[in-house]
């Protein structure tokens, strides 16, 4: 595991002592607190188990790079705790890190909810995107701007203070784990694992929500043996907070009917294990009648990856990570029978070879690249190269020390020119979507 003693997560425990444990995951700029209006009733029959992401709510900021390196932060926490065993139900990120632990845990996993999730969130260049405009302009616009992803428009014009509630939660988070965080979600991705997800899960999400809608719901339960959808009314992506009753009675009803304690005569103690599969759920208070979603369409096969020992795939995999999968999508696009080769040159020998090299980071690299396109006058590549080490994690401080160094060693003019480049493409990577 990728977790030290010196890097739990932050948690909370709720409800009896020798209940079985019911594990809570927050979404991306959350608390725990998104789950208040949860804890209550679940924790009348479970141990509820609520943490924090890393620098989060308070919690020490040792960003995590991946969601497996959340999952496996997790598991240490709870294996120092003494929990082998437990239910889970976790919330966009939070479902993420759920999705992790049925497919590379599934021994510790005795059932499984997610919300607002989706087996790939966007595309990775929106979520390194994100993180370009915090380490460029801090948290705040994306706090600002987080009530209009969270929540429908009715609700947050009727609930003022759950809305400042949100925005402080964000402003609050430390920048650099959150950056972590949108790097942990662009390169997730388990469309083509879901098969494997072996225990009784439940698919919730809401019925308006624009960020992982009922569509991508719709690909979780298709892809899914034993999952079950369930579509909440007036409800977008936070939908714990904006219809707690609606999320308190599915989770209760699916936890309570997929997941039951089992008396074990070998050690005289309570075991938990997973109950025969139950039909869509379609349960809800009567002011919010969740609708349910019985005919799901199979999803889309997705090609499999052709690995081959040349190093293309490798090469096409950093080239996607450091330059942008629409970067990369257009350049191969565009290729045809005369200039697919170099394309392919291209990306095993400058990318599968050079940039896979050890010797130096990404970052130096990127230094090294914008100084050398600028040398060669290559102002056209050097745009998305300016683009990229912002997605690296160079500042525009930093991109404009490397441009004025070049206009030491390769003229004014064509450095001034680098300049107009730069400038254009750090004011549309680094200004804050409306």
């Known amino acids: 595991m990728s977790e030290t003693p010196s890097n739990p997560l932050q948690y909370r425990f709720d409800g009896p002592e020798d209940a079985p444990v019911l594990i809570l995951g927050p979404s991306l700029g959350t608390t725990w607190h998104m789950w208040d209006r949860q804890v209550p009733e ?13 620098g989060h709510g308070g919690a020490p900021a040792h960003p995590a790079a991946s ?32 999705v992790e632990l049925a497919l590379r845990h599934p021994e510790r996993l005795a059932s499984l909810a997610v919300i607002a999730a989706s087996p790939r969130f966007g595309t990775a260049d929106e979520f390194r995107q994100r993180g370009v405009v915090v380490r460029t302009n801090g948290l705040d616009p994306i706090a600002r701007t987080s009530p209009d992803r969270w929540f429908t428009p009715a609700f947050a014009a009727a609930q003022p203070a759950i809305t400042d509630w949100a925005v ?14 949108c790097e942990a979600l662009a390169a997730f991705d388990v469309r083509a694992e879901l098969g494997r997800v072996g225990v009784p899960t439940l698919v919730l999400v809401g019925s ?46 699916h936890f309570s009917t ?26 809800a208070p009567p002011a919010a009648p969740v609708t349910p979603v019985a005919e799901i369409a199979p999803a889309q096969a997705q090609p499999p990856a052709t690995a081959g020992p040349d190093g293309y795939e490798t090469g096409l995999k950093i080239r996607r990570e450091v330059l942008g999968d629409a970067h990369v999508d257009r350049e191969l696009e565009q290729a045809d029978d005369f200039s697919g080769d170099f394309q392919n040159l291209l990306t095993r020998t400058a990318w599968g070879e050079i940039w896979h090299r050890p010797g130096l980071d990404r970052r130096t690299r990127s230094c090294v690249a914008l100084t050398a396109l600028v040398a ?24 404009k020390e490397v441009l004025l160094q070049t206009a030491v060693y390769c003229g004014m003019p064509v450095a001034g020119r680098a300049f107009r480049v730069a400038q254009r493409v750090i004011e549309e990577e680094t200004t804050p979507a409306e």
């Open 258 to 283: 997929a997941w039951q304690p089992a008396f074990d005569a070998s050690t005289g103690q309570m075991a938990i294990v997973a109950a025969p599969a139950k039909p869509v759920l379609a349960a």
């Open 208 to 253: 308006d929500d624009q960020v992982t809608g009922p569509a991508e719901a719709r690909t979780l339960v298709a892809g899914i043996p034993d999952a079950r959808l369930a579509v909440v009314p007036s409800a977008s992506h936070l939908v714990p907070v904006e219809q707690p009753a609606a999320v308190t009675d599915l989770l209760v009803r």
């Open 376 to 399: 060669g006058g290559h102002l056209e590549e050097l745009a998305a190269h300016t683009r990229a080490a912002l997605r690296i994690g160079l500042t525009p401080d930093e991109i």
């Open 67 to 98: 969601v497996t390196e959340l999952a496996d932060r997790l598991l240490a926490t709870l294996d120092a705790l003494g929990v082998q065993r437990f239910g889970y139900a976790g919330c966009a990120l939070g479902g993420a890190v759920g």
């Open 168 to 181: 402080q939660m964000v402003r609050t988070t430390d920048p650099g784990c959150y950056i972590a965080a």
């Open 42 to 54: 679940l924790a009348r029959q479970w141990r509820v188990f609520r943490y924090d992401l890393p």
